[in-house]
């Protein structure tokens, strides 16, 4: 388990690629778990219910996988999808983790105080970096240049808001 967090946190830092992984789907389905954890637990902090947390989480993650084996498809590069969804997914564990911290400052709460500053500032700076390390899968994954990777990060996390939220009715 250490060295498949050392692998994460390597591949968020941009030192590993998708390919490194073994294309196996009992990793695949353990950082599935993880993710989903994870965005319950990110959930749960930001007060809402762990069964809303845990619809939105499910919603996120299966919006990703169909538009990855969607996209991987078409162009004909299907055999990626493995390794590419469980980066995606193992990167987004551990970065939803890391994001309890900052969340824990209550950046998102009534009262503006100097930590939830603190907090909502590191939450920025953590929604950056999670764009560049899904720039960086994606321009593993699709051949294509980190500032593609990063602008299709960015249209998919605006489309995944809108849909969640519509499907939650704003929450």
Known sequence: VQALVI?????CAQRRAPQDLPPSEA???L??????LAGMLVGLITE???WVGLGQGLAEIALMLAALYAALNLLKLGARFLQAATALLGSGALLGLIALVPLSFNPTGQEATELAALGALLLLGLVVWSILVTGHILRHTFGITLGQGAAIGIAFEFTTIVLVRLLFGGV
Request: aromatic content about 24%; hydrophobic content about 75%; glycine content about 6%.
């Open 31 to 36: 950082v599935l778990l993880a993710d989903l």
């Open 7 to 11: 692998f994460f946190i390597e591949l």
């Open 48 to 50: 809402l219910s762990w």
């Open 27 to 29: 990793l695949f389905g």
